[in-house]
């Protein structure tokens, strides 16, 4: 099960529920986190669907980026993170 | 109105004040160390909005139901599915610049552009196409921002189907039925920072402020990027004022709600220097239309000033005598008596947004 965890810096604002999830790709992960508490998607994503450009989200050690980033794949005991980026104040 | 009550929306949270015996003070804060970009003050039954703009994780809406003592995340206006080759700029709401309500409908001016309007107190929220969807849109102009945006509300006290709203920079638009159709409602500004040809371009003008006078509604006042003008037919025409002392640059209007030949302006040197002219701060106040101006300096520092009052920043009560106003650098001063002596409330606040009473 690939696990998925929120910055810290979340929390004041929101829940951000720890997910363990069979999800096939990163889009689908973050899914699972959003129905345990739907609030946060408009946290990590913004009108558009898109990851938010001062959201950097690492799979396995690696920075998703781009705007396929959400199809990106996810291994069976993948690290997802969903940090708050240095850029943007 | 609460009239011993005000708001300060700043880049570090939401400052509410009390008047008491001494004048205005911090009595609370919300928020604090998030940006609040605006603020629907509490309504009769204590209901009220605050816009925070996080820097990394978007624009967030939240509401109390008494006035302040709690608050609860509610949804942000957002923007529908951006079509496939539209132009112009992205489908994304960059912030929540302006709300205002009246009878029984919220409104929001929002960067990039959209207005959106709630009729359940922000529960939920619709996007305007009648405006977003109009083809001028993709001339606007950013103003200050990237993006093109609308910082001013100005409903119809008396005619619930009627909106003037003001855009950085498209002009002013006006509803008349609800929101069903615009117009462009600039016709006199003139834009100094356009090519000669464009200069009178309705749909480039640059208005920094608009406000509408409650007791004679069709009367508007309009701090604009190139000077003050006023409409007194519910925004068809707009006059230039031109006996404006000190400067006719600034950001902030306020008109007073019963007279609607007095209203207040706070000048900066110009667009390429925007501080105090000669480090003094002072108000412009005209009490006949326009047609004459006194500089306000009392209780007022009057050298090595370097304080801007943005377009949101300066507020008067119901009663037009108290005043407050705040800079981008974090001074606030208020006024008891429609502005001839001033007080300095703090020098020490984050940079100032906006200031509301009630």
Known sequence: MARVRFTPQ??????TPEIDSSAA??????EAAFAANPRLRGYVLDDQGHVRPNVAIFVDGRRCLGAAALADPLGPDSAVYVMQALSGG | MNADRAWVATRKGLFQLQHGAGGWAVAGTAFLGEPVSMLLPPDASGRMLAALNLGHFGVKLHRSDDAGAHWTEVAAPSYPAQPEGATGPAWKLVQVWSMASANGVVWAGSLPGGLFRSDDMGSTWQLVRSLWDRPERLQWMGGGYDVPGIHSLCPHPTKPQELLLGVSCGGAWTT?????????TSAGMRADFMPPEMADNPNIQDPHCIVRCAAAPDVLWCQH????WRSTDGGANWVQLTEV????????VAVHPQDPDTAWFVPAVADQQRVPVDGALVVNRTRDGGRTFETLRR??????????????????DDSGRRLLMG??????WASDDGGDQWQ?????LPPIAAVRFG
């Not at chain 1, 790709?25 to 973050?30: E, N, R, S, W």
């Not at chain 2, 990027?225 to 003050?228: D, E, K, Y």
């Not at chain 2, 209780?299 to 008067?316: C, E, T």
């Not at chain 2, 800079?327 to 606030?332: F, N, P, R, V």
């Open chain 1, 10 to 15: 979340l929390r004041r604002f929101t829940d």
């Open chain 1, 25 to 30: 790709t990163l889009c689908d992960a973050l």
């Open chain 2, 176 to 184: 008349r039925d609800g929101g069903a159709t615009w117009a462009n």
């Open chain 2, 225 to 228: 990027h190139c000077g003050i």
């Open chain 2, 245 to 252: 002392p000190v400067s006719v640059f600034g950001f902030a």
């Open chain 2, 299 to 316: 209780g007022l520092p009057q050298s090595g000033v370097y304080d801007l009052m943005y377009r949101h920043a300066l507020a008067v």
């Open chain 2, 327 to 332: 800079s981008t650098t974090g001074g606030l």
């Open chain 2, 344 to 348: 300095t409330v703090s020098l020490n």
